[in-house]
């Protein structure tokens, strides 16, 4: 079964340094892959997704992602943090496991917060 | 914004009654989801649907029932409410490679 893990449960930057959240996955074939970002009190945003060709993801909010197959990982970077980057993220893989389009995997999340 | 709405935002209810949760969507996609959030296990998906009157189970379906009659909307029902389904429900849209969106969640304490 596939499954997904975010290795960070809390992560402390300070503003305008560069971020990086770790996301690693299991699944037997090419995966979908997304990150979602959720403020306190909110529901999700999809900040970015892979389903096929470069590896390299541009999202929003200045956010990119790197597909790794050799290291099952799918890392989300951004390169100066913001205060307002202050919330939870999380990383899913797209399940599928009977065709057709059957939920995702979620991890465990990730909380970020900003030192001013 | 995806059109989805959840409703109610916030209840309380009491061990044993029921309680039903309603998702409704203005964008006529085929797939919805509802899912589960609470603190150290993320979201989890409970049901699924791939059309009307069409629906599967997910990881925790355990004590829950899902029904869709008709395409913008996906009930989902606790039969007889428990402690352990105290949570944040999310409804989602989406999936296959569409993005999933999510509705706004429901807050759900069951005393």
Known sequence: AQSVTQPDIHITVSEGASLELRCNYSYGATPYLFWYVQSPGQGLQLLLKYFSGDTLVQGIKGFEAEFKRSQSSFNLRKPSVHWSDAAEYFCAVARYSGGGADGLTFGKGTHLIIQP | ?111
């Open chain 2, 1 to 111: 914004d995806a059109g989805i709405t959840q409703s109610p935002r916030h209840k309380v209810t009491e061990t044993g009654t029921p309680v039903t949760l309603r998702c409704h969507q203005t964008e006529n996609h085929r797939y919805m989801y509802w899912y589960r959030q609470d603190p150290g296990h993320g979201l989890r998906l409970i049901h699924y649907s791939y059309g009307v009157k069409d629906t599967d189970k997910g990881e925790v379906s355990d004590g829950y029932s899902v029904s869709r009659s008709k395409t913008e909307d996906f009930l989902l029902t606790l039969e007889s409410a428990t402690s352990s389904q105290t949570s944040v429900y999310f409804c989602a849209i989406g999936g296959g490679r569409d993005t999933q969106y999510f509705g706004p969640g429901t807050r759900l304490t069951v005393l």
